[in-house]
């Protein structure tokens, strides 16, 4: 299943990539920006229909792996997906 989330999730961000975005927000980034320049409204609501879904059909440590997943990519909307959901997530950590 996590794999099935990644693909769509990539297939997503590829068939919605702007390369002019990428342009815009590159020149804030000195170290690098490897990004698929996604509308951030789009970007939003699709990215909260993802966690909702996750959220009813993977357990936590299944969401955990997809967000791992998703960081070791280097891609920045991959890991802000990531970082969303670690954070949406938070009251089920311990120390």
Do not use: H, P, Q
Not at 5 to 33: C, H, M, P
Not at 38 to 61: A, P
């Amino acid at each position: 299943m996590i794999k099935k989330i990644e693909k769509e999730i990539r297939e997503f961000l590829k068939n919605n990539s702007d390369e002019k975005i990428v342009r815009k927000y590159a020149r804030y980034f000195n170290e690098g920006y490897d990004s698929y320049g996604i509308n951030k409204e789009k970007f939003s609501r699709k990215r909260d229909e993802w966690f909702r879904f996750c959220e009813k059909n993977l357990t936590l440590e299944e969401i955990l792996t997809l967000c791992e997943n998703l960081i070791k990519t280097g891609k920045y909307e991959e890991a802000s997906i990531a970082l969303d959901y670690f954070n949406k997530l938070r009251e089920n950590y311990n120390k």
